[in-house]
């Protein structure tokens, strides 16, 4: 039981993490005396680190690490001037810190020896087994007089295999990255730049994904020093200024913080709850993330509230406490323990509004949740011993495919598409566009089944995830029970049914390239194009089309030249004799400013120019071509209206539209959640010009708090 929980004066604490500075040691520390009763100073440190953890821990393995490591990377310096032996150490301790097991912190120890030394892999596997020997050889980077400049991305590819069959390789990686960018200041600040981004890119969403928040948060905040130097140096000033009481004399902007947590503990007290209530600063990121979203920083945004407890019964107990005693911001309410995100993390988040007003963001979860929130995996000590007993230990589900946090599905998904990408290029290019999508959604089968999906993923990708090459005869979707397109935006909790032709031969179009968001559907798609230059589905085809729902359909006008039936609007192309189809993707109506990129088989595809899909064909060498709207004015349109329910809010809302002159085709209105409601309308207006007008008028009727385009057009069956 806490002091914060159980001693009314007992100040609330700041938690930071400990650090211990290997430079500091000195070389005679560093290459001191070894006995066989007492471990060299230097491994010391981490010996004591790892025992907070592991109390039984038997150190002599460590000790003979050490020893093989300091002799072999003996007369070796770092580009600092320190003896190479303080960088194992240095890796090691982090991940001594975060609780890594014995093995690993071995494996860690050596990670170098085989890249740089005389001793070989044989050796390591005599002397230390066969697993500590995987998790070395797993990190080893590939040679650059052997392959180049694809030196690099196939070294990632060997280490994400090797991590494919034991996690501890990429969590060794990790550490010996963060390390790596403690120290890169006597680097030129060139190959600063380059380290830095391939960090951004790779390394960092794979400690997110991995769970391993505390060195995913300190790479971010380096990177950002290196690759942002400006912002860093504003966002630390005002990190600094938040600790220092104003020129007026009043309280520091940290104090709003602190005054919630003494009222946050007095409550839980008060009600009898054993927690522990802390102060988590937010790290310089996170900072100028909250600064950018709000436009200014209020006092309590430099850090949140962390409350701790024994059970997970406690924590929906404080959660109802604290939202009896203060103003909850429902909007900030998230339950990440009833439904875990896909990197193991757990925890119940809300905001709540002080008796001065202020408002604090507050996380509620075990001692275990937050040892695993910041660890991630690497909080699950060993988790191939087959007597760990574990709650996180892998299961075999009835369909044969782990599901468990060692292998998750992003990472079988990586490690299936990374094997139709040969080539080091597009591998590299591809895992950097798979890595940025940062967030998960779960969608069901029809049977009951699941498919872990990345956010933003369409019906496409889910056909390819659940059938393989299967998928290319894929015709349509029902999402929810209702028809859809196949470029339809999946949603986490989706219930989606993929219908598929009995015609083998049939293949995909090259419109799908469109709609793909995962590596594996594009490549799959890719391969079948150009396995079949003449039998892809499209306008000169003699293959028949997927059926596509009404709004979809579209006439062809002649050569430069289209009219969609769906939006009555028409485009014009500077290329002679090409057909023209307005993508459904991102609903181009006029005035939006809008491009076109040349699919197979000849024909212009229009997308607006903010469409997420010009920016992906551009990052592929796709050229633009210029387009231009036509005469005709009028437009269908898809709106969707975010909005609190209340009384007569539908006949408000069409109240409004009907003032526009809009006619309305379709409507939805799905069922109230959180006293939110989403309507969704299928509109034609007689001018396109008059959209952002109706758009204005909705968003003023009473309630709607939000009117957005719709990335794709309602059906209406």
Known sequence: MSAEATNPGAPIRRRGRPRIDLRRLGRVALLGPVSRDRLPDAIGHVAEAHRVHHPDADLSILHRAYVLAESSHRGQMRKSGEPYITHPLAVTLILAELGAETTTLTASLLHDTVEDTEVTLDQVREQFGKEVCYLVDGVTKLEKVDYGAAAEPETFRKMLVATGDDVRVMSIKLADRLHNMRTLGVMRPEKQAR?????????????????????????????????????????????????QPDASGAAAPQDLLAAVAENVAAALREADIPAEVLIRPRHYVSVHRVRIKRGELRGTDFGRLLVLVGEDADCYAVLGELHTCFTPVISEFKDFIAAPKFNLYQSLHTAVVGPDGAVAEV????????????????????????????????????????????????????????????????????????????????????????????????????????????????????????????????????????????????????????????????????????????????????????????????????????????????????????????????????????????????????????????????????????????DEAGCRVTLVAESFGRPRLLADLTEAIATA??????????????????????????????????????????GVYDVSRAQHPAATF
């Open 195 to 243: 380290i830095a981004k391939v960090t951004r890119d790779v390394l960092i969403p794979l400690a997110e994904r991995l769970g391993v928040q505390a060195l995913k948060t300190e790479l971010e905040d380096l990177v950002f020093a290196i690759l942002r130097p400006e912002e860093y140096e504003h966002t630390r000033a005002l990190i600094a200024a938040s600790a």
């Open 661 to 702: 002159d809009a006619a309305i085709i379709s409507a939805t209105v799905e069922p109230p959640s959180e006293q939110r409601v989403r309507h969704t309308y299928t509109l034609q207006l007689p001018d396109a010009a008059g959209l952002p007008s109706l758009m204005r008028a909705m968003r003023d009727v009473p």
């Open 363 to 630: 996380l509620i979860r075990t001692h275990r949740m937050h040892k695993v929130a910041e660890a991630g995996v690497i909080a699950l000590s060993n988790p191939y011993a087959a007597d760990s007993g574990s709650a996180l230990q892998s299961a075999e589900p009835a369909d044969g495919e782990r599901a468990d946090p060692t292998r998750p599905g992003w990472l079988s998904r990586l490690l299936e598409w990374q094997q139709s990408a040969p080539d080091p290029d597009t591998f590299w290019t591809t895992l950097r566009a798979d890595l940025a999508q940062d967030r998960e959604i779960t969608v069901f089968h029809t049977d009951g089944g699941t498919l872990g999906l990345p956010a933003g993923a369409s019906c496409i990708d889910a056909a390819y995830v659940q059938y393989g090459d299967e998928a290319h005869r894929c015709i349509g979707a029902r999402v929810n029970g209702r028809l859809a397109t196949l470029g339809t935006i999946l949603r986490d909790g989706d219930t989606v049914q993929l219908l598929l032709a009995e015609d083998a031969t049939s293949g995909p179009s090259p419109d799908w390239l469109d709609h793909a968001r995962t590596p594996a559907a594009r490549i799959a798609i890719t391969g079948w194009l150009d396995a079949h230059p003449e039998g892809a589905r499209g306008p000169h085809s003699s293959r028949p089309a997927a059926p596509r729902p009404e709004p979809q359909l579209q006439e062809d006008t002649g050569p430069g030249h289209a009219r969609s039936a769906s939006r009555i609007a028409s485009v014009v192309v500077d290329r002679p004799d090409a057909t023209v189809r307005l993508a459904g993707c991102c609903t181009p109506v006029p005035p939006d400013a809008v491009t076109g990129f040349v699919v197979r088989g000849g024909a212009v595809t229009v997308h607006r120019l903010e469409c997420p899909a010009v920016a992906r064909m551009q990052s592929v060498g796709r050229v633009p071509i210029s387009v231009s709207w036509g």
